[in-house]
């Protein structure tokens, strides 16, 4: 079965940090450019980081940039967001996903209190 699993989400105070994963099963993800989105509830799916296939190129929208990483690590077949410094306008439910197979996983929740 081909899915994306993401966890690590949970609640934390503005400043603090968290790191997001993302599983890959039934595909292999060194084959795909892989990203993160955020939506919360009311408004469109926002981007957040992409990572290619390699790994060796990333981009970030301009709202994380310089607290978000996101990286992977293809021996586990898995990718990363690891967030810092963050904000209360972080919150929201965070998806990794494939977007050239439209593939998406379930989401996992981000709350950051202030």
């Known amino acids: 079965q081909v899915q994306l699993v993401e966890s690590g989400g949970g609640l934390v105070k503005a400043g603090g940090s968290l790191r997001l994963s993302c599983a890959a099963s039934g595909l292999t993800v060194s084959s795909y450019t892989l990203s993160w989105l955020r939506q919360v509830p009311g408004k469109e799916r926002e981007f957040v980081a992409w990572i290619t296939g390699s790994g060796g190129i990333t981009n970030y929208a301009d709202s994380v940039k310089g607290r978000f990483t996101i990286s992977r690590d293809n021996a586990k077949n898995t990718i990363y967001l690891q967030m810092n410094s963050l904000k209360p306008e972080d919150t929201a439910v965070y998806y990794c996903?494939?977007?050239?197979?439209?593939?998406w996983g379930q989401g996992t929740q981000v709350t950051v209190s202030s």
């Open positions: 996903a494939i977007r050239s197979r439209n593939l």
